[in-house]
């Protein structure tokens, strides 16, 4: 399992045109679900995380002089994914994007009214990308500050840093609003 | 910020965006359009811009490495 893995690997790396076609396509069939949904957890709309999902086998094709098969492929196509998700939520506007349309929990809290969650949701879609990217991970989602920092391609640390930056800047932007965390 | 304003803060931003939950599906096959992108051309390069300050910043590298050759290899180190 682990040869054929190997040679997979090495055939996407530097097959022939053939096993390379053959390698890309199996390992995108292998792959896609989990760079969807790590996209989708990052940017919170279907429809862009398809696009972006798109977008980063097409970084990973071309990228594909720089892959070292030894590191595996799942955490080389996290960092992409990662890096393309960011460009996207530096080029999208806070206000334009789309509310979450992604099945979730109910964990709403009766004394927090739907308006003040809303303009919590609009405070941290203004943060900057790559606070917000971190701190959606790692606060939002949960994820170990080392999966988080792995695929940000940034120390552990600077994660921490990170997250604590963007609750700071949440939580003044929030009381600018009137709204006491 | 004390621990328990962070984490009321936290719990607040997890109901203004709850964590996706489970495991998520693209809603179509998105290997057709990975294919096209593939095909698709490859966009021009970017055209390479200058502007008046670069065109001056240059001209006085070069009058100022005219008068001092031997800030030559100072330059050199610092490219």
Redesign the interface.
């Known amino acids: 399992m682990a040869d054929r893995s190997n040679g997979l690997l090495n055939a996407f790396r530097q097959g022939s045109p053939e096993a390379l076609e053959a390698a890309f396509e199996t390992l995108f069939h292998q792959h896609q679900r989990a760079v969807y949904g790590w996209i989708l957890r990052i940017v919170r709309n279907p429809a862009t995380a398809e696009e972006l999902t798109v977008e980063t086998f097409w970084r990973i094709y071309r990228a594909r002089a720089s892959f070292q098969p030894s590191r595996g492929f799942e955490g080389w196509a996290r960092r992409i994914a990662t890096r393309a998700a960011l460009d996207w939520l530096r080029s999208a506007r806070p206000e334009a994007e789309l509310p979450a349309e992604i099945p979730a929990p109910a964990v709403e809290d009766a004394a927090v009214s739907a308006e003040i969650r809303s303009k919590i949701a609009l405070a941290f879609r203004r943060l900057a990308p790559k606070l917000r990217i971190a701190a959606t991970l790692a606060v939002i989602e949960e994820l170990p500050h080392k999966d988080v920092a792995e695929a940000l391609g940034i120390s552990v640390a600077a994660v921490k840093l990170r997250v604590f930056r963007a609750l700071r800047l949440l939580r003044r932007n929030l009381q600018q609003q009137g709204i006491t965390p | ?1 004390n621990a328990h ?2 984490d ?21 096959d ?2 057709p ?2 294919l096209r ?2 095909d698709a051309r490859p966009a021009a390069p970017a055209p390479v811009f200058w502007s008046w300050f670069d065109g001056a910043l240059l001209a006085g590298l070069a009058v100022f490495a005219a008068f001092l050759p031997a800030s030559i290899p100072v330059f050199l180190y610092y490219l």
């Open positions: 910020m304003d962070e009321r803060l936290k719990k607040l931003l997890q109901q203004a965006l709850p964590p996706v939950e489970g495991e998520q599906e693209p809603g179509r998105l290997w359009a990975v992108r593939l």
